[in-house]
């Protein structure tokens, strides 16, 4: 055994007190501090927890989207294919790690159309989430919206050849929201609280799914505006 | 807070604000975490020597990794990827807690009722503390107890593996010399 295996040994015999610890599990509850730091570290915004927990206890993750927070009609009703996606989405009960809780499909909301086609509704969950469902393409789901996180913003792309989707929704009083991609500045109207975006064919590197996205500028009907980073 | 999942495209990410995870992505990490948690749960207790903190930390490390599916995808080892993130949560909550030190080790030095086993731990944590900076405990405790080569620690740190072998060098020889205090002067 050569000089330095023997010193690593002794220092392995060394520290050998410290692997007989009582193993310990993740904390069930987490103190003030933790769990403030966590959601923090979550949400871009502090605001944005206040405007959660009013949504959520209030008014619902659909409450200041006009155009969802309605009563149901025949267009809302989600179709088989479409429940079995959220229910591939959600995670199986009593596992950790869920943020987002079981999707309320009877609450589904019908807020318009992709570029594409496809339909795109709002679904609120259990846990007081706000999730935006493209049928047959993805689920973005997270806090309800808040004058400080007015909107959601999802980038769907698919390689070389294919076109990017951008979409989301936006709060009442959002009148446009805009970025950059693929070194264009795209501004998109807000429409029944929608935005979508098709862009051309990517014609990028092949290691990237799509062009990259800057961070989105929301503007509000007062004139005012916020970049959500 | 957003999590998004997408069917057939590779890329489907949200700002609403802030993408976290997929919730395959999810089930797939909470499969890797209950895998190594009880590793990483003994790691955080090596370097923090305190329960409860450790306790946070390991689920800090699980939300950290839920939000990172990307570093999990590009990891060459996915446990020294969650060893890596255990470390860095590991390291600031000891920068955090420094100010707190003294008056914590005083605590611990208190206990009245403490048995051989626990003091034989703390010895050994004291030797650690006396001998190491937290930068090279980490690196100790993870090389000689959780055994990650001079290259996987490389890939945690972002130092080169001949830097690590130097600094273990280095850091073995201190605790060695510490170890024997007698040795250290003429």
């Not at chain 1, 935005?195 to 800057?214: C, D, H, L, N, T």
């Not at chain 2, 100790?140 to 290259?151: N, P, T």
């Amino acid at each position: 055994m050569t000089e330095m295996n023997l010193e690593e040994e002794h220092v392995r015999r060394l520290l050998a007190p410290l692997d007989r610890l009582e193993p310990i599990r993740r904390s069930g509850r987490q103190r003030p501090g933790m769990r403030a730091g966590l959601i923090a570290a979550i949400v871009a915004v502090a605001l944005a927890l206040i405007g959660v927990s009013l949504a959520a206890t209030q008014w619902g993750p659909l409450s200041g989207i006009s155009s969802a927070d309605r009563p149901p009609s025949e267009r809302d009703k989600l179709g088989p294919e479409v429940v079995a996606q959220l229910r591939s989405d959600e995670l199986p009960a009593g596992l950790s790690g869920d943020q987002i809780g079981k999707r309320l499909v009877e609450s589904a909301r019908w807020v318009g159309n992709l570029p594409d086609g496809r339909n795109l509704y709002l679904v609120p969950s259990a846990d007081g989430r706000l999730c935006v469902l493209a049928a047959g393409l993805s689920e973005s789901c997270g806090d309800a919206l808040t004058r400080a996180a007015p909107i959601t913003f999802t980038i769907s792309a698919n390689g070389v050849g294919s076109r990017p989707l951008i979409y989301g929704v936006a709060l009442d009083g959002v009148v446009s929201v805009a970025f950059r991609t693929g070194g264009v500045a795209v501004t998109l109207p807000v429409r029944n609280n929608v935005f979508a975006y098709e862009g051309p064919p990517y014609e990028g590197s092949p290691s990237q799914p799509g062009p990259g996205v800057s961070a989105p500028t929301v503007n509000f009907s007062d004139g005012t505006s916020i970049t959500i980073r | 807070m957003s999590v998004t999942k997408a069917d057939g495209a590779q890329l489907a990410r949200g700002i609403g604000p802030r993408p976290i995870a997929s919730n395959r992505f999810a089930v797939q990490l909470e499969a890797l975490f209950v895998q190594h948690e009880r590793q990483i749960g003994n790691y955080l207790l090596q370097m923090v020597r305190d329960r409860e903190l450790a306790e946070d930390l390991l689920q800090d490390v699980f939300h950290q990794a839920l939000r990172d599916s990307a570093g999990l995808a590009n990891a060459r080892s996915p446990s020294a990827w969650l060893f890596g993130i255990a470390r860095n949560k590991a390291l600031a909550a000891l920068r955090r807690r420094r100010r707190f030190w003294r008056a914590h080790q005083r605590l611990v030095r208190r206990g009245s009722d403490q048995s051989a086993n626990d003091q034989e731990l703390i010895a050994v944590y004291e030797l650690l503390e006396r001998s190491l900076a937290p930068d090279d405990r980490a690196l100790v405790l993870l090389r000689y107890l959780h055994g990650f080569s001079a290259v996987e620690l490389a890939g945690m740190t972002g130092r080169t593996p001949a830097a690590i072998r130097q600094r273990l060098a280095r850091a073995r020889t201190s605790l060695l010399v510490s170890e024997q205090p007698d040795l250290e002067g003429p």
